[in-house]
């Protein structure tokens, strides 16, 4: 049995024919039947005793044979992508909680990849090459140039008073001020009606486009890539673990040293959520380090207003998007945003290169402006004159959305109890996405919106756990609705 190896090392792996940046993924498979998938910096074991061979080397050894070799693929678990060879083919495989891809190609003697068959993103109109490492093209890429983790915990009114800034919005602080919320929040947290603390804090990756991207890899079944910076720090590591167990490609995430951004995300009794993030000193993406590589061989990308922090970036990556032949999907992200850039938002908006918007009422009415209180039909009526699909968030009564001249309203799930709202917007985008990629209807990608959204306010923090997927596809089955396979098995 031969074994590909591929390198961490760009330069090791630029020799493989491999394309920087798309070369931080490997798989081990030793002779002993064990698979070690390695993707970016983590590493996953499955069964057997793990081969440290040393990344960009390539090896040969006995032993496997098809059945475990293709069981060693099957292996590799939701969270991974991995390759696994059989003599001179190999078998990639990855997926989600509830879908899984593979293809089947063949090493060359230099140790390059050349797919033959059956990746199902190849299949649904990828654009990879044959020497594409990731033979598998992401549909959807997400942008989020600073990474993030968030500490999200349920606190009392007092904490949240002696916070500085408005409620529910998400305010920049400095390091000593969220040390000092941090320090606090442990002194403040909900307690349920016997006096026991209901929940200490939750750490997670963060950053309303990784919750996006997370939702659709890891409980919709959608190849998804992020593009962006993290740091090396212990964080940064939190950060890449956490999505990389979603199933999410970080070959597009570059990994720095520096630090990592952080943000509290304080929740009141009634899951509304005030977010305090940290960006100083942080790691970043810089606009002139995106190129068309990023985007490359995707359907969507998921941005964000939180991108106008970082200058030019947002403008870069939705030309180059544009160049790529790839929809820009964008949130608002914040009301403060929205009053913060809205000239640069506006000129981004007037040049419709922004295919699809999704704004909460509190946005949607900062940028509007000009009337009091504008109902959410005024709403979408000004993002539907630049964009071919609106949609206008409306917490716990659902949303509003156009796509050219149709519009529906639809509800929220209302069997669901919002524990932490943060997140709602994030993963009601991830659904809907779900339901662009697929053709769904306006109405049933709002559906799908709502079910996804419904799902993350159930528990702490913008992820939605394991109990909230299947309350989502409960919820789908309600509305006769099923998420599609979005792979093929090769077995
Ligand atoms: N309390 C709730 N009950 C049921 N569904 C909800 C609730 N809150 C939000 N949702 C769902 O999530 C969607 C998005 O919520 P919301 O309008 O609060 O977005 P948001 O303000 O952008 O959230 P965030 O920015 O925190 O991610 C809603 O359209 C709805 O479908
Ligand atoms: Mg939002």
Redesign the pocket.
């Known amino acids: 049995m031969g074994t590909i190896l591929l390198s961490e090392d760009p330069s090791e792996a630029a020799s493989q024919g491999v394309p920087a940046p798309h070369s931080a993924s490997a798989v081990v498979a030793p002779s002993d039947g064990s698979t070690t998938s390695r993707f970016g910096p983590e590493s996953v074991k499955i069964g057997g005793s793990s081969s440290a061979n040393g990344a960009g080397a390539r090896e040969s050894g006995g032993g496997g044979g098809d059945a475990l070799d293709y069981a060693a693929a099957a292996a590799i678990p939701h969270s991974c992508i991995g390759v696994v060879s059989r003599d001179s083919e190999f078998v990639v495989q990855g997926g989600s909680a509830l879908g899984n891809f593979a293809c089947v190609g063949e090493a060359d003697s230099n140790g390059g990849m050349h797919e033959n068959r059956g990746a199902s993103g190849l299949e649904n109109g990828g654009e990879c090459g044959p020497r594409d490492i990731h033979l598998v093209c992401p549909d959807v890429v997400g942008l989020q140039p600073v990474a993030l983790v968030d500490h999200v915990a349920r606190v009392d009114w007092s904490l949240l008073e002696s916070v500085p800034g408005e409620r529910g919005g998400s305010m920049r602080v400095t390091e000593e001020e969220l040390d000092h919320i941090l320090r606090e929040v442990n002194s403040h947290f909900l307690m349920s009606a016997n006096g026991v603390v209901e929940q200490g804090v939750k750490t997670l990756a963060g950053g ?1 486009v990784a ?1 996006t991207i997370r939702g659709l890899a890891h409980g919709l079944g959608v190849k998804t890539a992020l593009v962006g910076v993290r740091g090396t720090d212990d964080r940064g590591e939190m950060f890449a673990e956490n999505m990389a167990h979603a199933g999410v490609d970080l070959s597009r995430l570059r990994a720095v040293p520096g630090l990592t951004a952080q943000c509290a995300c304080l929740v009141d009794a009634e ?1 509304n ?1 005030t977010m305090r993030p940290c960006f100083l000193n942080a790691v970043r993406l810089q606009s002139e380090e995106l190129t068309g590589e990023d985007f490359k061989g995707a359907k969507w990308v998921v941005l964000n207003g939180y991108g106008f922090y970082g200058e030019d970036l947002l403008e870069r990556a939705v030309d180059l998007c544009k160049e790529e032949g790839v929809k820009v999907s964008m ?1 608002l ?2 009301f403060e945003v929205v009053r913060n850039f809205r000239p640069t938002l506006m000129r981004l908006l007037e040049s419709r290169k922004v295919d699809l918007v ?1 704004a ?4 949607a009415r900062e940028l509007i402006k000009a009337e009091q209180n504008p109902c959410p039909e005024t709403c979408l009526n000004f993002l539907s004159k630049y964009c071919e699909r609106a949609v206008v ?7 509003i959305a156009r796509h050219g001249n149709e519009t529906v309203r639809v509800p ?3 069997e ?1 109890i ?1 524990v932490d ?8 985008a991830s659904g809907f996405l779900y339901g662009v990629l697929n053709n769904f209807s306006l109405e049933d990608c709002c559906n799908m ?2 079910c996804t ?2 799902a ?2 159930r528990g702490l923090g ?1 992820e939605v756990g394991e109990e909230g997927w299947e309350w989502m596809q409960q919820q789908l089955k309600f509305r006769k609705l099923s998420l599609i396979q979005h792979t093929t098995r090769t077995t």
């Open positions: 309303s919750n899951g959520r949130d992200a914040s999704f909460n009422e509190d946005e968030m409306l917490g716990s009564k659902g949303c929220a799930i209302k669901t919002a709202t943060t997140g709602a917007g994030d993963l009601f919106g709502c959204g419904g993350v306010v913008g």
